[in-house]
């Protein structure tokens, strides 16, 4: 976890050292679209509402927080959470030291 000392962008509390992942994890494979925020939620705290089939966005940390206690409360036996720093980490970068799973740079 962290990055390497020359990787564009980096933080000086990015010290990169290995973690540990104790349990499996899955991470959904699509955004919260508006639509679904808007029928969990009742309203659309999106700025760019030009489709409600665009991802949510303007959302705060307790807001997701509550987005996911609302889904909780409608499929109790669903086990939702947001991934932890270091899950968030290594599905991003996928196992590599790159700053994507596919190299260094973005390219077009």
């Known amino acids: 976890m962290g990055s390497p ?15 540990t992942l104790s349990q499996s994890f899955w991470l959904a494979d699509s955004t919260v679209t508006q639509a679904l925020w808007k029928v969990v939620m009742g309203d659309n705290p999106s700025t760019f509402k ?11 940390w307790e807001g997701a927080q509550r987005f996911i206690q609302a889904i909780q409360d409608l499929m109790p ?3 939702l ?3 932890t720093e270091a ?4 599905a991003c970068r996928a ?5 994507f799973s ?6 077009l």
Do not use: C
């Open 5 to 19: 000392e020359d990787e564009l962008e980096r933080s000086s509390d990015e010290t990169q050292h290995p973690v």
């Open 81 to 83: 959470r947001l991934p």
């Open 77 to 79: 036996n669903l086990p």
């Open 50 to 60: 030009d489709s409600e089939q665009n991802p949510v966005e303007n959302v705060s």
């Open 87 to 90: 899950e968030w980490e290594y």
């Open 95 to 99: 196992g590599t030291t790159t700053p």
């Open 102 to 107: 596919f190299g260094k740079n973005i390219t």
